[in-house]
């Protein structure tokens, strides 16, 4: 029995720790992938079908509807937060190094929560004033290291606008590293204004819009409403996830590699304990002998035997859920377990915290391992009270 316990209690933990650090790796890629984009982008229907970039007049009173877009009858607001951007491409130089990406012109609204925590140098880009644009600009770990740059150094951003290339010396407040290499090396971040002036747009003309829901599961459904209600004929509405399905095909293929590891350690485990059921049946046939001819039916003889068991699941539980959790906790915490980056975008093995996953795995695990044993109990019901007497 001990044995036993020991056996399924570690086979528990594992699956506590495999199911955390896989719903933690989906979860904190799908936040970084958000933090850059948000949850719906709004654009000209123009823009989805042509590579050339159209704009869009984005007023005060058009976020004011988007937000009560998203507020329900009892007043919880589905939307969190809306913000305007512009993006254009266009070639840093510094001196004969020269690398070419996308800018994206942000403002007042935009959220910096998300770069804040990926700040590697510097700080992010200063509050505008009314009076002017900031010529400051935020570039990636990656395109610093490609043109030798470092904060507080002067870049000519060179923009290709109606075959004229327009220079502006900009500075780099800070530099920042999310690990999405594929965002990281083509993306920097200029006050909006800056890309309005120079484009010739006023304070209205856009690219496009961020919408950010206060569920990511609500995304779809704001999504639906705003396209087929809110926005006007010539806009466009999609979800992060259809506008970039690559990165979610992948994580969803997470999913199969999760569900195999835990049905294979469950796999283990049932064996595990049909086979210490038998030798308990089998240690004791002299005793089966004595109480079947005693009159105890062969039913209330396999409860003895699943009393057993139950009573091996439920120390294993207690053990594994305290072990395997606290396995957790300690990544969590000190971060342990280290990750490529370039390979995994993340330079740690996250883990997801969240107990709801932990108590339907104890359940499944119970109740699937329990129903499992009914079969082996069985076995009680072939043994013959004469032969099991003369057993010793």
């Not at 969803?252 to 086979?275: E, G, R, S």
């Amino acid at each position: 029995m001990r044995l036993a316990i020991v056996a399924t209690s570690l086979s528990l933990t594992v699956m506590i720790v495999a199911q955390s650090i896989f719903n933690g790796f989906q979860g904190e890629i799908a936040k970084k992938v958000f933090g850059f984009w948000g949850h719906i982008h709004i654009t000209d229907i123009q823009s989805s079908q042509s590579l050339e970039p159209y704009s869009i007049s984005f007023t005060d009173s058009m976020r004011s509807v988007i937000l009560q877009s998203g507020t329900k009858k009892k007043g919880d607001a589905s939307i969190q937060h809306v913000q305007a951007f512009i993006i254009y491409p266009a070639i840093l130089n510094n001196r004969e190094l020269s690398d070419g990406l996308f800018v994206k012109g942000v403002g007042h609204d935009f959220k910096w929560e998300f770069f804040k925590n990926f700040l590697v140098h510097g700080n992010i880009l200063p509050s505008p004033s009314d009076s002017s644009y900031s010529r400051n600009i935020l570039i990636s770990e990656e395109t610093a290291k490609n043109l030798q740059l470092s904060v507080g150094s002067t870049v000519v951003l060179n923009l290709f606008v109606q075959q004229e290339i327009l220079k502006r010396k900009v500075t780099v407040s800070g530099i920042y590293n999310t690990g999405l290499a594929e965002y990281d090396k083509k993306f920097a971040i200029v006050d909006i204004r800056l890309l309005q002036k120079a484009l010739g747009k006023n304070e209205n003309e856009v690219s496009g819009v961020e919408v950010f829901c206060k569920d990511v599961l609500q995304a779809d459904q704001v999504n639906q409403n705003l396209f087929e209600h809110v926005l006007p004929e010539t806009w466009y509405s999609e979800t992060i996830r259809l506008k970039f399905p690559h990165i979610f095909e992948w994580l969803a293929l997470q999913d199969i590699t999760k569900y195999f590891i835990l049905l294979l350690i469950l796999a283990v485990c049932i064996i595990n304990m049909a086979t210490t059921l038998m030798i308990l049946i089998l240690e004791r046939t002299h005793m089966i002998g004595v109480l079947s001819v005693l009159g105890m039916k062969k039913w209330d003889q396999r409860k003895i035997f699943l009393r057993y068991a139950v009573t091996i699941i439920s120390w294993s539980l207690l053990i594994g859920n305290i072990i395997g959790y606290s396995l957790i906790l300690i990544q969590h915490h000190s971060k342990l377990i280290k990750l490529s980056e370039a390979d995994y975008y993340l330079t740690h093995a996250p883990v997801d915290l969240n107990p709801i996953p932990v108590i339907v795995l104890n359940l499944i695990f119970f109740i699937v391992i329990l129903i499992s044993l009914v079969m082996p109990s069985w076995l009680v019901s072939f043994i013959k009270p004469v032969n099991a007497l003369k057993f010793r």
